[in-house]
Each structure stands twice: as C-alpha cells, then as structure tokens.
C-alpha cells in the first residue's frame, strides 16, 4: 500500500512553485532595470561634473589676457570668443559678464566670467568665474555648477 507522501509532488504544488519563482524573477529583473538607470544617470552626472570643473580650472589656468578665449578642442586654436553682448549664451549686452556654451555627450556646459567693474579686462581687479552643466535626469533637467573667483595678477588699482 502507497502512502500519500511517497507519490511526489501534485500539479498544483508544481504550479505553486512556477507561480513563486516567476515573481521573484520578475522582482530580480525589476531591480536591474532600477539599478542600470541608477548607474547610467550617475554616469552622466559625473561627465556634467567633470565638463564643469575642467572648464573651471582651464580658466584659472590661462594667463589673464586670455581669459576669454577657450581652446576646447586642445588642438591650439581658439574656438570660441567669450562676448558681452547679449548674443548666444550671453544674457544681456553690456552688463560685464561674458558667457559662452558648448555641448557635448547629453550635457550642455556654459560658462561665465564675471568682471568687478565694467570696462577692458586689464582694468579688472576680480573676475568671478562659473561653470554650469545641465543634462537631463529622470524626466527634469538638472544642473551642477561650480565657481572660484580669480585675481588679476597686474593689477594695481585700488578697489
């Protein structure tokens, strides 16, 4: 005589089980797709971050008569002007901030130099440089921004 417990499973136990383990492999997919936008999105923070903070630092680097001009190519030309004239990324002519824009990989990178006083560059005491790269996350844009203020190592006027 057999006994129930030696027959094996039923079907509705084996349909149990796929039910069970069809959910968990849902679940275990679901939170792959989480985890590679996770990972995709910080890497594009990180490459916004990293535009910002190299267009901050080339600008503290140049000699001050250069200040802008940018070379973002690094072939040894100036490819782009800053201006203060209201054209572009530049906001309002005549207001003592030079702005410029560049895209590249999702991230739009602009940059401002910012004058103490208005008039050439020499006469400036401080300029107050920033950078902004603004990409897109999860639906909105978001912006990291980073600045410094630099000194105009000639000048010898008073403030």
Same mark, same amino acid.
């Given at each position: ?6 027959? =094996?499973?039923?079907?509705? $136990? ?10 968990? !492999?849902? &679940? ?5 797709? !989480? ?5 995709? @999105? =910080? ?18 680097s140049?000699?001050? $008569? ?8 690094? +072939? /040894? ?6 201006? #203060?004239?209201g054209? &572009? ?5 005549? +207001? &003592? ?5 560049? $895209? ?11 004058? #103490?006083?208005? /008039? *050439?560059?020499?006469?400036? /005491? ?9 990409? @897109? ?5 978001? !912006? !990291? ?7 105009n *190592? ?6």
């Amino acid at each position: 005589m057999m006994r129930r417990h030696d027959r =094996g499973f039923s079907l509705v $136990e084996a349909m149990i089980a796929m039910s069970i383990s069809t959910i968990v !492999v849902m &679940g275990g997919m679901a939170a792959l797709q !989480v985890s590679a936008r996770l990972v995709q @999105q =910080g890497t594009i923070k990180t490459r916004a971050l990293t535009l910002a903070q190299g267009r901050l630092e080339a600008k503290r680097s140049v000699r001050w $008569e250069a200040l802008m001009q940018d070379d973002l190519d690094h +072939d /040894g030309r100036t490819d782009v002007i800053m201006a #203060d004239d209201g054209q &572009g990324a530049d906001v309002s002519a005549g +207001d &003592g901030i030079y702005s410029a824009q560049w $895209e590249r990989d999702g991230v739009t990178l602009k940059w401002t130099v910012a004058m #103490d006083r208005l /008039g *050439p560059l020499s006469t400036a /005491g401080l300029v107050t440089i920033r950078a902004a790269a603004s990409y @897109q996350a999860l639906g909105s844009v978001r !912006v !990291v921004e980073v600045g410094t203020v630099r000194a105009n *190592p000639a000048f010898t006027g008073a403030r």
